[in-house]
C-alpha cells in the first residue's frame, strides 16, 4: 500500500523539531547553521498548517547542519519521510486539479489509510456520493454563479471512491444519522439513485449504519459536524480527523487527546445506531418509498 504523504510529513515534523530542539536551535540559529530560512524549518515542523511538500536537498541540508551521519539509520529514515512525503500524488494530476481545496485535504488524509470512519449528519459523504447527487449539491451550493463548472468537483469525489470505498484495501465504516436518508437535497430520483448505491457499496470491508432518530445516545454527546477519523497500516504514524467545517475547508485534528476522542465518539454512534442488516433494511425501504413519488 502507498504510504500516506501527510503522515510521512508529520513523521519528518517530529523528527527535524526533536533534532533541533536537542541542539538547543531555534529556527533562526539553525537557519543561520544550514542556510535554509526559518520560513521553511517552520514550515516543514509545521505540516498540518501548510501541507506543500518538503524539498529533499533541504532535508538534508538541516540533517547537515544538524550533525546526522549520512550513512546513519537516522539519516536513513528521515530521508525516507520526505521520500514518501514528497511523492506524486493522483490528485495533482490534470482531471482533478480544479476538485477543490478541501476535497484535496480529504483526498491527502485518506491515502494510503487502513481505516476510515467516517460520520454524516445530514447529507452523504462526498467519498459515496453518486456523480448525479455530488452534481446537484455542487450546483446548489454555487447558487446563481453561472461560471460554476461542478465536473471537476465530481471527479475528484468519484476517484475518492473508487479509491478508498469500492477497489481500495481500505476498511471503510460510515455511521449516517436518519435524517441523511430521508431527507431530499436532490431531486427524488437521484436520491433514489443515491440510496440503491449506498447498498450496493455495502460489504467487502465496506459497513453503512444508520442511527434512528429516537436512538439513545451514550453520555448524551451528538456530534457538531461531520468528520473522518482516519488511521495508517504503520502503527508508528498517527491517527488524524479531517472535519468538515461548511464555512471553511476541511479542518484537521492532531493532538492524541482529541483524536482518541473523536474515535471514542464514533464508537458511540455506532452503538446507537442500527446493525448492518437493519439499516441496509431501513436505506431500502426509503428508496422504495421514492418510487412512488418519481
Known amino acids: 500500500m502507498t504510504p500516506n504523504p501527510l503522515a510521512k510529513m508529520r513523521r519528518l515534523a517530529a523528527a527535524l523539531h526533536d533534532l533541533r530542539t536537542s541542539h538547543g536551535y531555534n529556527h533562526a540559529e539553525l537557519s ?6 526559518a520560513s521553511v524549518i517552520s514550515r516543514i515542523e509545521n505540516p498540518v498548517n501548510d501541507l506543500r511538500r518538503a524539498n529533499l536537498l533541504s532535508v538534508r541540508r538541516l540533517l547537515d547542519a544538524l550533525e546526522v551521519p549520512r550513512n546513519s539509520q537516522e539519516w536513513a529514515a528521515i530521508e525516507s ?12 494530476a490534470a482531471p482533478y486539479s480544479r476538485m477543490g481545496d478541501g476535497q484535496r485535504i480529504s483526498a491527502l488524509i485518506e491515502a494510503g489509510a487502513a481505516s476510515v470512519w467516517d460520520y454524516a449528519g445530514l447529507l452523504l459523504p462526498g467519498v459515496v456520493q453518486t456523480a448525479a447527487y455530488a452534481r446537484h449539491r455542487i450546483l446548489a451550493v454555487a447558487g446563481d454563479n453561472p461560471a ?3 465536473e471537476p468537483i465530481v471527479a475528484g ?7 478508498v470505498v469500492t477497489e481500495g484495501s481500505t476498511e471503510y465504516t460510515l455511521v449516517l444519522e436518519e435524517q441523511a436518508i430521508r431527507r431530499h437535497p436532490v431531486p427524488a430520483p437521484v436520491m433514489r439513485e443515491q440510496l440503491e448505491h449506498l447498498l450496493s457499496l455495502i460489504g467487502d470491508g465496506v459497513s453503512i449504519r444508520v442511527v434512528p432518530v429516537d436512538a ?4 448524551g454527546f451528538a456530534p457538531r459536524a461531520p468528520f473522518a ?3 495508517y ?13 461548511a464555512a471553511v475547508r476541511v479542518s484537521l485534528v492532531t493532538d492524541p487527546v482529541e483524536v ?6 464514533h464508537l458511540r454512534l455506532l452503538r446507537a445506531a442500527l446493525s448492518d442488516a437493519d439499516s441496509a433494511a431501513l436505506i431500502r425501504e426509503v428508496s422504495s418509498s421514492l418510487a412512488t413519488t418519481i
Not at 439513545?216 to 453520555?219: A, G, R, S
Open 260 to 265: 482518541t476522542a473523536y474515535a471514542q465518539l
Open 157 to 163: 469525489r468519484l476517484e475518492r471512491q473508487r479509491r
Open 216 to 219: 439513545h445516545l451514550d453520555d
Open 32 to 37: 543561520r547553521k544550514s542556510g535554509i530560512s
Open 229 to 231: 477519523h482516519v488511521s
Open 81 to 92: 519521510y520526505t521520500e514518501d512525503a514528497s511523492a506524486a500524488r493522483w490528485w495533482d
Open 148 to 150: 460554476a463548472d461542478p
Open 233 to 245: 497500516p504503520d502503527p508508528l504514524d498517527p491517527p488524524i480527523v479531517g472535519v468538515d467545517n
